[in-house]
């Protein structure tokens, strides 16, 4: 029989194992980078530091040997002699050595007592314990070959420079010490910091996971990245939490708004089944029902509209035509409803208004709007479509920046500021139209298309009535004469 296998959690590892943590490896990566740089850059002064001093001893010897064979050119043996015991008599620092041998490699002159054993050729730089006054050190020295057999041993001691050297050693050993632990030091800060942000975007999003979206991430004020990353994160659950919100108004209003004409459909076809006593009464019945049905199925087309345009799949229709003719074919329509409910229509357009948009959606966007002014005005009332073109600013180019600013207004029963504010929500609909027809999703679809062209959609009271105004940018006046003189329209 086989042993059941546990599904008890591993126990945690302590932190400094976690090497799966992403601040622990922040940090390691952090802390290598740090020693390596330090190790390079103590190297360079290192190696630059004993080069220096390496240079200066061989440079040093170079000098002297040189000087040594113009004296041997000129005086021989006798003259070289004299000359290495006068310097080794003004050698203040007593770190000069010098061995003269001749033929039969007997001692001729220097402060040494014989030629070392290690030099066994000539010209080449030579590391080696001397002996001398009973005290060993340290020599680089430099063997040259002269005239007769003779031999020339040239020299410095650099005990004292061995010991610079190594002291530099020493420091830079104790110096990189501290800095490996300035690094651990400074990783496990950037490790804290790092955690602290993670933990705290962790918290967040757990809270809103178990439901709670009002949390938010604390924001320190400090106005740095980590205080940028907090404001971006709000405002995103912010959007997320009008999002969802959205979703559920418009889930309750659908619910809401399509249980009336589907009851109302329901019950006319099953009194129509129980009480029609002819078959003109069933038949009117029914249509009746496929009247109430149509208004569901407009609801769901005005939805599936609005989420099409809002997404920016239309934006390839966008074309470069003039907007006066297209405002004036929408007024032309709604002339005469408005007449039909005893209202004016007045318009106010210029004689040329270019424009880059989609002119079919730019139409409904208008035509809702004229609508909505005819719906709620009260008789005799006037409803008036204003357009023009409004200069706002210069651009560094010195082309202007222009705006097109579209109206609607009416005289009717208007809104307050609280149903102005809520007025472009799907489904929303103001105490005072409860009980006329529509569906609340008119202002949406004109935001939607409003937003699609980069412009914005604004009520404000008319007192009496409803102000609707569209702004919306337009082509610079470049783009509008190359479209006058027949030029194509420049992309989107």
């Not at 070289?80 to 002159?109: P, S």
């Not at 009194?271 to 208004?295: F, G, P, T, V, Y």
């Not at 298309?449 to 337009?474: C, E, K, M, W, Y």
Request: with cysteine; aromatic share 6%.
């Amino acid at each position: 029989m086989t042993a059941p296998v546990s599904s008890a959690p591993a126990s945690p590892q302590p932190g400094f194992l976690r090497l799966r943590s992403v601040s622990l490896r922040f940090a390691l990566v952090y802390g290598t980078l740090f020693v390596c740089s330090a190790a390079l850059f103590f190297s360079f002064i290192w190696w630059g530091t004993a080069g220096l001093l390496e240079h200066q001893v061989e440079q040093a010897i170079t000098i002297d040997s040189r000087s040594l064979f113009n004296i041997w050119e000129e005086s021989g043996p006798t003259g070289l002699t004299m000359v290495i015991d006068d310097r080794l008599e003004q050698d203040v620092d007593d770190n000069a050595l010098y061995l003269l041998i001749n033929k039969d490699r007997k001692w001729v002159a220097g402060n040494l007592s014989e030629w070392p054993h290690q030099i066994t050729s000539d010209q080449r730089w030579f590391n080696l314990p001397v002996q001398r006054a009973f005290a060993q050190d340290t020599a680089k020295v430099r063997a040259y070959a002269l005239p007769e057999g003779y031999h020339l041993l040239i020299g410095r001691d650099i005990s004292g420079r061995t010991l610079l050297r190594k002291m530099l050693t020493d420091t830079l050993l104790w110096a990189c010490l501290m800095l490996i632990l300035l690094a651990v030091g400074g990783g496990w800060l950037i490790r804290r910091l790092f955690r602290h942000v993670i933990q705290s975007i962790s918290r967040t999003t757990q809270a809103i996971t178990h439901g709670d979206m009002s949390r938010r991430m604390p924001v320190q004020g400090t106005d740095d990245e980590l205080d940028e990353i907090a404001i971006t994160i709000n405002e995103m659950l912010d959007r997320i939490s009008r999002l969802m919100e959205g979703v559920r108004q418009v889930s309750n209003a659908i619910a809401h708004d399509l249980r009336t004409p589907i009851a109302r459909a329901r019950a006319q076809l099953e009194d129509a089944a129980l009480h029609a006593k002819s078959e003109a009464e069933l038949r009117a019945a029914m249509e009746q029902a496929a009247s109430n049905l149509d208004n569901v199925t407009a609801i769901f087309e005005a939805l599936l509209r609005i989420a099409q345009i809002e997404s920016g799949a239309r934006r390839s229709a966008f074309v470069q035509f003039d907007l006066v003719p297209a405002l004036q074919d929408v007024a032309d329509l709604y002339q005469a409803v408005a007449e039909e409910h005893g209202l004016k229509c007045v318009r106010h357009l210029p004689d040329h208004l270019p424009f880059f948009g989609d002119r079919a959606m730019f139409q409904q966007a208008v035509a809702n709007l004229l609508d909505n002014a005819i719906k709620f005005s009260p008789p005799n009332g006037t409803v008036t479509l204003s357009a023009e073109i409004l200069t706002t600013g210069r651009r560094s180019d010195g082309s202007s920046d222009r705006q097109l600013s579209l109206s609607v207004t009416d005289e009717g029963i208007g809104m307050n500021d609280a149903d102005m504010a809520r007025a472009s929500e799907r489904f929303f609909r103001a105490e005072q139209a409860r009980h006329t027809p529509g569906s609340g999703l008119g202002l949406s679809l004109v935001e939607a298309i409003v937003h699609l062209h980069d412009g914005q959609l604004q009520l404000a009271s008319n007192t009496p009535g409803l102000l609707a105004r569209i702004t919306v940018p337009l082509p610079d006046e470049a783009t509008t004469s190359s479209e006058r003189a027949g030029a194509p329209p420049p992309p989107f």
